[in-house]
């Protein structure tokens, strides 16, 4: 039995998710929370085999809820959900560490596929993001600001973009407000914007931010 962990900030998505493997043999659905932190918090207490997590939730998100998960609990393997197809997002993803990355227009076979995929060992990337990253090893990092930030960077500046505050973004990164505010203007050198609100119709415009989530 593949036991499967959810997590997603949106109710709707994870009872989707839920009723679709339910009736799939062999998998079997053996929690949800709706945030980054609580799967931390879940995890510290109980086994699971796979982890679908959304990489765009509030809070610490599924980028660092991966990162952390996989610290203390190498052996669980994590299947990041999430709307972005392009880099930087797949690459940074697989660095953290994830076995998976999967888009959620994915349909049913695709990701009871990709969790049995994941489970055997081996790691799962839909088809087009796979092509996606293939390209873009001949491409120019120009066509896209955002493949110039590192991992934390592009943490920061999807927190920023959910509107969430520096005093927020220290406490949940455990890192100083100074800190942050030095990672905040470098991401305003890095892309050439001028403050938060340039930065998100940026991220809108180059598909890194779902304007539905706004």
Known sequence: MINVFLVDDHELVRTGIRRLLEDVRGIKVVGEVDSGEAAVKWCRTTHADIILMDMNMPGIGGLEATRKILRFNPDVKI?????????????QVMKAGAAGYLTKGAGSNEMITAIRTVHSGQRYISPEIAQQMALSQFTSNVENP????????L????????????????????????????????????????????????AIRHGILDTETL
Do not use: A, C, W
């Open 79 to 91: 299947i990041v959900l999430t709307i972005n197809t392009e880099n930087p997002f797949p690459t």
């Open 155 to 202: 943490q920061i500046m999807m927190m920023i973009t959910k509107g969430q505050k520096v005093t927020d973004i220290s406490e949940q990164l455990s890192l100083s407000p100074k800190t942050v505010n030095s990672y905040r203007y470098r991401l305003f050198s890095k892309l050439n914007i001028n403050g938060d609100v340039e930065l998100t119709h940026l």
């Open 146 to 153: 955002f493949n110039e930030l590192s991992e934390r960077e």
